[in-house]
């Protein structure tokens, strides 16, 4: 197994562990009615994003997996700044599995980074 091609199935892994702890809080009954909502939205993309990690070797795959990362570490920083989002405002690491999710986003950025390179790399490189 090429190293691009690992890169991207753990990049999978932890798009997928991100999408099911937004679940598990949606399943909690966690936060507000629209944060639920969003919670559930992140579950599905999560998943997809896995799946398409898992069964192609393009670009899009880890670029949509940083995407779907990104996005959620956005709305961990704004659901505690300000008024929040989407009618939600948290403090600190207090909620439920916050640091845990901080934690394999941020990684998914860095393993899907590498992955990105590590894919362009494959791409570009003569064929024999």
Known sequence: MDRARLLRLVGAALVL???????????DDYGTESIGRAFA??????GLVAAYLVLRDD?????AG?????GSLVAFALSRTGDGILDFRETGFDAPYSALTVAVEG????VLAGATVA???VTSSPQS
Do not use: D, I
């Open 41 to 46: 939205l992140n579950a599905v993309a999560s």
């Open 66 to 70: 940083m995407a779907v990362s990104a």
């Open 119 to 121: 894919t362009r790399r």
């Open 17 to 27: 562990l991100g999408g099911a702890l937004h679940l598990k809080l949606q399943l």
């Open 59 to 63: 670009l899009l795959g880890p670029l």
């Open 107 to 110: 990684l998914a950025l860095v």
